[in-house]
Each structure stands twice: as structure tokens, then as C-alpha cells.
T-cell receptor, first 115, second 111 residues
Framework: EAGVAQSPRYKIIEKRQSVAFWCNPI?????LYWYQQILGQGPKLLIQ????????DSQLPKDRFSAERLKGVDSTLKIQPAKLEDSAVYLC?????????????FGPGTRLTVL | GENVEQHPSTLSVQEGDSAVIKCTYS??????FPWYKQELGKRPQLIID?????GEKKDQRIAVTLNKTAKHFSLHITETQPEDSAVYFC??????????FGTGTSLTVIP
């Protein structure tokens, strides 16, 4: 099966600019996760979708970050405006169902540099 | 929310020796504990996982143990090889199906 796709792979912007990331999960996977991975740290969950509904966005900085998953397939994550501390790799992952014990598959990530 | 701590942050071993990485978690209701290997510039890859109703699981040179009472779990790699060099992350899945990750262990296997 095809893996999780993400684009772009790299993005460099200046602070206060806006940026959007795209994720296409594995076909049939109902659950989609967005993570932020700052250099030298573990992935931090930003938001979790089950189909097109939000399950958890408690760690999403909602004053600047937004995400949507229209039609329960592709998802976009947006940052507006970006800050220096947003420099990180943004990982998308998906799993078959929002049930326990389901392996999540990661995409290649988008490396964001904010100057 | 769940809090996962991981130790050590760096680990160097001689080729052929064993490596052990330890994690603790705070939410006693967490019930699934995967381990990921992440090579530089690449995505995390699942290497082994354990469910809360199991105490130990082994897959060739890799094993994971879980102590629910103490709320800690460990990754054991035996007969280490240079290709085992990478950053390893533990994670805990909560009853809400969210994953919380440790801070990572950078393993270096010296030939």
C-alpha cells in the first residue's frame, strides 16, 4: 500500500508569514495525526482527526495554528503568522481506526525553517 | 495529560554489546506502548510494541518489557550492530487514542 504523503518537504519563510502543509493519509485510514517535532525532541501531538472530526486539539496553539480534514481524507495544517519557535519538522501520521493498538504510519515530514 | 520520560538521552555501546532504554509514564490508563527508530532526516519507524496485558515481547534481537505497577517499560537490544545507530523514541497511547512520546535516546554503536 502507498504510504502517507506530505508536501512540501521543505519550507523556509520569514517570521509573521503564513505557511500551509498538506497530508494525504494511507487509503482507508480513518485516523489522522499532526505532530510537531522540534530538533532533539520527540514528536508532540498537535491535533488528531477521526474521519473529518477533531478528536483532540488540546496542544494546538489555536491563536496561530489551524487544521482541517475536509471529506475525511486529506488534511492541511496552517500557521499564521509564523514565529521563530515554529521551526520544526511537521509529521503527519495515520492509522486504520481510532482504536487502541493500531499502529500509526508516519509521512516523511515537512521541515519548516522560520527566519 | 500523559507524561512520558525517557532515559538515557544518549547511549554509546560497543558492537555486540546490549543496549537498554527506559521509559516511564504517568497515566495508569495508558494501554499501548510502541517503540520507534528514527534515522537522521527520516520518519519514525515502528520497531516493536507491547500491549498493557502483556509483560514482555521479543522480536529477534529486540525485546520490550512492561511493568504496569511501576508504570515503566524498557527496550532491550542485544548483539548490537552499527546499523542499530539511530534515535529511539518510546510512546504511550492513552484511552483517548492519543500518542505521547518520550524525548528520545540517541544510540551509537561503535564498531
Amino acid at each position: 500500500e502507498a504510504g502517507v504523503a506530505q508536501s512540501p518537504r521543505y519550507k523556509i519563510i520569514e517570521k509573521r508569514q503564513s505557511v500551509a502543509f498538506w497530508c494525504n493519509p494511507i487509503s482507508g485510514h480513518a485516523t489522522l495525526y499532526w505532530y510537531q517535532q522540534i530538533l532533539g525532541q520527540g514528536p508532540k501531538l498537535l491535533i488528531q482527526f477521526q474521519n473529518n472530526g477533531v478528536v483532540d486539539d488540546s496542544q494546538l496553539p489555536k491563536d496561530r495554528f489551524s487544521a482541517e480534514r475536509l471529506k475525511g481524507v486529506d488534511s492541511t495544517l496552517k500557521i499564521q503568522p509564523a514565529k521563530l519557535e515554529d521551526s520544526a519538522v511537521y509529521l503527519c501520521a495515520s492509522s486504520r481506526r481510532g482504536l487502541t493498538y493500531n499502529e500509526q504510519f508516519f509521512g516523511p515530514g515537512t521541515r519548516l525553517t522560520v527566519l | 495529560g500523559e507524561n512520558v520520560e525517557q532515559h538515557p538521552s544518549t547511549l554509546s555501546v560497543q558492537e555486540g554489546d546490549s543496549a537498554v532504554i527506559k521509559c516511564t509514564y504517568s497515566d495508569s490508563a495508558s494501554n499501548y506502548f510502541p517503540w520507534y527508530k528514527q534515522e537522521l532526516g527520516k520518519r519514525p519507524q515502528l520497531i516493536i510494541d507491547i500491549r498493557s496485558n502483556v509483560g514482555e515481547k521479543k522480536d529477534q534481537r529486540i525485546a520490550v518489557t512492561l511493568n504496569k505497577t511501576a508504570k515503566h517499560f524498557s527496550l532491550h537490544i542485544t548483539e548490537t550492530q552499527p546499523e542499530d545507530s539511530a534515535v529511539y523514541f518510546c510512546a504511550a497511547q492513552t484511552t483517548g487514542n492519543q500518542f505521547y512520546f518520550g524525548t528520545g535516546t540517541s544510540l551509537t554503536v561503535i564498531p
